[in-house]
Each structure stands twice: as C-alpha cells, then as structure tokens.
C-alpha cells in the first residue's frame, strides 16, 4: 500500500450487529483496506451506536486497521479509551462543543493520547477554510458528505468543492469521504482527490462484497489517477 493508493472503507455501522465478527472477516476476505468504525454519543448527533468495548472487541477480531469517526461532544476526554480501543486513525469533529476555538489542541490532545493517525472531519455545512491552523498537523481529512448520523442518506454533491479547496489551502494527507459513497458518486469524489472512500450500505446491501469492493476501488483508482497530484 503506497500513500496514493485508494483505501476502501466498509462502514460498520450498516453490518449485522447480531454478528460483527462474521461482517468483519466478510468484508476482510472481499478487500477492504481499512474498517470505518462509527462512533454517536447522541448528543453531537441525534443516534447513538457503539462506544469502547465494542469497538475493543471489534479489533479483537479485525486484521485490518480502524477508522474510528467520533461524531461526540468530547472527542477529548474519550480520545485515550479509543486508542486503548485500537483505533488506527482517529477522527474528531472541528464542531464539537469541547474543541471549538482550540482546533490545534485538539490534535495536540490525540497525539497525546497515542493516537497513530489524527483526523479531523467536517459537517456539510462547515467551511473548508476554519482547518486552515491544523491542516499541516492532521493525517487526514474526512468531509462528511451527508449530515452524520445516519447510514442510507442521499450525497451532497455540494461538498465536494470542499476537496480542492483543502489541497489549494497546503493540505497534503489523506482525504476521506463518507456518506451516500455508491457506484454513482464515488467517480466524482476520487475525481476531486478523494483517497478514502467510506461506504455502509453500499456494500453491506450488496450480495457480492467483493466484486463491490473491487468495483469501487478500480473507479476510484481511474477517477483519482486523473487527478494533479498535490
Ligand atoms: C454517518 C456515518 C457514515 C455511515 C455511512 O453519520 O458517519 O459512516 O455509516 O453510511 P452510508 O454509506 O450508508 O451513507
Ligand atoms: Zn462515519
């Protein structure tokens, strides 16, 4: 895996909880690179999902990295019991309650906590431009292109404007995108220098995970490979 490889990211959150292990070796043994971990305190997002323990045992069972998205009012004070957790990346909300005004302790305060990659993510209706004092400090930018909360919700092609306008502001990590990522919408988003590309119940609907995975990545690939390199 090279840094400009397209990661494919199955988004547990549309699994079968009855039996997360078998989801995860499912989707493992079809090709994804990473697992999107979806994280609601049901108060920065109107639901509620999964928190440490779950997430431990998740990693208990996965061979490939976590994606930890924390939709959370304190992405600070949980950040530790998520690295503990096993989280690979990370990935606070610049609109949490907690980090608002001090986005650059934040990630001082992840990195801190054993983080081994930092994200930072944005609601739809969040400029690119409030990361500017943290983009050369975040591993990762993950532009949310739904409202979070939810799995199943329609893309927000206005969003993706945001990706260039990252790479115009000096950012050189990983972009990431998550929310309504299909066969439909994942062309544009790679065209815009998405790298990341979180899908729920694109995948865990399909009946054949690995012919979508790989069908994903190969427009993903073609789509980014047109790209200017940043
Ligand atoms: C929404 C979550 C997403 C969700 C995506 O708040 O952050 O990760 O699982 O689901 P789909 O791919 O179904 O839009
Ligand atoms: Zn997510």
Request: hydrophobic share 50%; proline share 8%; with cysteine.
């Amino acid at each position: 895996m090279t840094s400009s490889d397209v990661l494919i990211l199955p988004s547990l959150l549309a699994c079968d909880f009855t039996r997360i292990a078998e989801e995860v070796e499912r989707v493992e043994a079809a090709g994804a690179d990473a697992l999107h971990v979806d994280v609601m305190d049901g108060h920065f997002v109107p639901n509620l999902s999964i928190g440490p323990p779950v997430v431990s045992c998740v990693h208990k069972v996965a061979k490939v990295p976590l994606d930890v998205h924390l939709m959370i009012d304190e992405p600070v004070r949980y950040a530790k019991d998520y690295v503990k957790a096993g989280a690979h990346w990370l990935t606070f909300h610049a609109e949490a309650p907690e980090v608002l005004g001090d986005l650059p302790g934040a990630v001082a305060a992840l990195r801190a906590a054993g983080a081994p990659q930092v994200g930072v993510s944005i609601k739809p209706g969040t400029a690119p431009e409030v990361l500017a004092p943290i983009l050369a400090d975040v591993d990762l930018v993950l532009v949310m292109s739904v409202e979070p909360g939810f799995g199943g919700q329609s893309f927000m092609p206005e969003v993706l404007g945001k990706l260039p306008a990252l790479r115009a502001l000096g950012f050189q990590g990983r972009l990431e995108m998550d929310g309504g990522l299909a066969a439909g919408t994942i062309p544009a988003c790679a065209a815009m220098g998405c790298d990341m590309i979180v899908a729920g119940s694109a995948i865990f609907g399909s009946d054949d995970f690995a012919g979508t995975i790989s069908r994903f990545r190969a427009m993903a690939q073609a789509a980014l490979a047109g790209q200017p390199l940043p």
